[in-house]
């Protein structure tokens, strides 16, 4: 079945890195891809989204480029800041039925000062 | 706009109670869901609603109701309370699906 593997975290950078999650996905037709941020204590947010390939999704300074040739959606930053620490989840859209998500397991961003 | 609202925040049971978390959103979303939070598991689905008076189990139903029977609420209820439903649970709801999720806070239930 479809499937979303992200980086294993936590990744820890100082501000004003730059940052890469890797996401790489399998599935059946044409997913639609998503970034979610979990900051501490609150629930999930969309951070981006790419719909069709060669799409690049952007939001607060990060993007993802929707790549079918490689099965990747990664997300990068260029300079990160303390408050981009949180939970990062790459998902896509279930090939059955597009109102549910396949979820990656989440990848841990902590940045220190 | 208050979009997803989950009531309790944190609570605590005891084996074998029941209760009832409540999500309600005020955003006409037709699409509802209930997912967990587990460390190292990710979210996982639990139950979910295209609509009201319609709803389909996830990937980890057991031990969970759900019934949807306005648009705007969708209760889950913890049948009789074990200690591996200890999680965080979020509510979340989209008017397209497509992926556009908002979520609610979260409730943090601990069974002792």
């Known amino acids: 079945g479809d499937s979303v593997t992200q980086m294993e975290g936590p990744v820890t950078l100082s501000e004003e890195a730059c940052l890469t999650i890797n996401c790489t996905y399998t599935a059946t037709g044409y997913p639609s891809l998503f970034w979610y941020v979990q900051y501490p204590g609150e629930g999930l947010q969309l951070l981006l989204k790419a719909t069709k390939a060669d799409d690049k999704g952007s939001n607060k300074g990060f993007e993802a480029t929707y790549r079918k040739e490689t099965t990747s959606f990664h997300l990068e930053k260029g300079s990160v800041q303390v408050s981009d620490s949180a939970v990062y989840f790459c998902a896509l859209t279930d090939a059955g039925n597009n109102r549910k998500l396949i979820w990656g397991l989440g990848t841990s961003l902590a940045v220190n000062p | 706009n208050a979009g997803v609202t989950q009531t309790p925040k944190f609570q605590v049971l005891k084996t074998g109670q029941s209760m009832t978390l409540q999500c309600a959103q005020d955003?006409?979303?037709?699409?509802m869901s209930w997912y967990r939070q587990d460390p190292g598991m990710g979210l996982r689905l639990i139950h979910y609603s295209v609509g009201a008076g319609i709803t389909d189990q996830g990937e980890v139903p057991n031990g969970y109701n759900v019934s949807r029977s306005t648009t705007e609420d969708f209760p889950l209820r913890l049948l009789s309370a074990a200690p591996s439903q200890t999680s965080v649970y979020f509510c979340?709801?989209?008017?397209?699906?497509?992926?556009?999720?908002?979520f609610g806070s979260g409730t943090r239930l601990t069974v002792v």
């Open positions: 979340a709801s989209s008017s397209q699906g497509q992926g556009g999720y908002t």
């Open positions: 955003m006409n979303h037709e699409y």
